[in-house]
């Protein structure tokens, strides 16, 4: 069985970001890119899974610019065999995202897709379940553990009131919570084996898909900040605070 | 045209965070669908009719949407999509497993935890954990939303007189089941509608210390939320979350106990009413944002605080 584990490259989840002044975006020049850590999560379950027996091979993919490659080394040194860059210079959005890794699903025949469940830029949420109904697969989101048992995946979510647990027969999408593991480190020897792993480039139109979106930025700006509040001398204060002056209790 | 809200509810009652996307949808349009889709939910459906805002309840009973499965809402959502200009789900759990699915097949893009909506087809919503926020532009024919709640108010649960339709169901997709469930049981409130939370960081030390947020929670009435280190460290369920990809919250008094302020966290509860930090750091970054903050250490305050509750 083979895995495709779909990664973003992402600001640094360490770096603070800063809004761009003329509303264009935010700060990237000589900022610290890194692998999303969903999708971290998301290699490291694919590895596990193979390393139980349960598959052979797996290939991680991104799309987006020829740096993306960084990240894809990444992958290749924690475990994965191979992989692949769709590049474009286009700022993508999920569905044409969705888009793309269905064209490659249908030429790579895979039996499970592990995505993060949410990029921290845009923190959209979407695309495992986009391309789950692209596909017509089940979906397993927000994972906090995945079970293979004759044929299907059980997988269990995180959602609002605790835990619920489902099972998806395969070909299947899952997508990693926090929790689902944490992600080894790579070894400096991992390292120099994945620049010998295969990484194929591929573009857009070499798949013939149409990535233009509906969706227009605007504008991407700064939120209201809140204002500086106070620091009280004691519980006493406190009370007399929430009581009288907010009013809260 | 008309606005379609899908419904999120437990088989017994509507969830708050239903109420609350109603309120967005009245914005966008006056006829306004609410879709209540489950096994045996004819009252439910029956109750919403007096949800204040709702023009008509479409009623889909069937065994296959007792789980309110993804796989089988999504085919059931786009066949009554005719007329609708926009699709709203809470961006809760639910609708953030729904709606992205129901927005492929319709082959137009999901714009996800909206906070704001400047027009029809302009809408507002946070991205890098709320330090930014986007204002996006749709000009799909139909818009598929999910609206974070704790931007917009509930709707009333009386008044409205909607009328009810039942709608044909869609055939099964049966590529999914649902195995079963560990809810967090609590008497305290959820979070996610507490008007009051007090929420406890790795400051806390252990789960045994945890508990003791317990006592001034039950004095305040209020629900106990915690932080990403807290949750990671074991002391509380992952459900207690409060944060980026935690629960978002917005309570009248959110009280930050031993809690250092880490971004995501901030994320997740700076739109709360007022806000006070207890930290014996005083340079913590939660005091940033804190209405009131108290330079103290959590052991000693969680007594006297108890003490003074007691006075009130």
Known sequence: MKILVPIKRVIDANVRVHVKSDGSGVETANIKMAMNPFCEIAVEE?????????????????????QCQDILRSGLAMGADRAILIETEAELQPLAIAKLLKAIVERQSPQLVILGKQAIDDDNNQTGQMLSALLGWAQGTFASKVVFNDGNVEVTREIDGGLETVSLQLPAIVTTDLRLNEPRYIKLPNIMKAKKKPLDILCPDDLGIDVNSRLKVLSIEQPAKRAAGIKLADVQELMDKLKNEAKVI | MSILVIAEHDQQTIKPSTLHTLTAANLLGDDVKLLVAGSDCQAIATSATKISGVTTVLHADADHYAHQLAEELAPLVTSITDGVSHILAPATTFGKNLLPRVAALLDVAA????????????FVRPIYAGNALATVQSSDPVKVITVRTTAFEAAAIDGGSATQESVTTSAPAGISTFLGHELTLSERPELTTARIIISGGRGLANADNFKRLEEVADKLGAAIGASRA?????????????????KIVAPDLYIAIGISGAIQH????????????????????????????????????LPEFSTALDNL
């Open chain 2, 111 to 122: 714009i996800s935890d909206v906070i704001k909506i400047e027009s029809s087809d302009t």
């Open chain 2, 266 to 301: 901030l994320a997740g509860m700076k739109d709360s009413k007022v806000i006070v930090a207890i930290n014996k750091d005083e340079e913590a970054p939660i005091f940033e944002i804190a209405d009131y903050g108290l330079v103290m250490d959590l052991f000693d305050f």
């Open chain 1, 46 to 66: 694919a590895i596990r899974i193979k390393e139980a027996g349960h598959a052979s091979e797996i290939i991680v993919i991104t799309i987006g610019t020829s």
């Open chain 2, 230 to 246: 807290a949750v990671d460290a074991g002391y509380v369920p992952n459900d207690y979350q409060v944060g980026q990809t935690g």
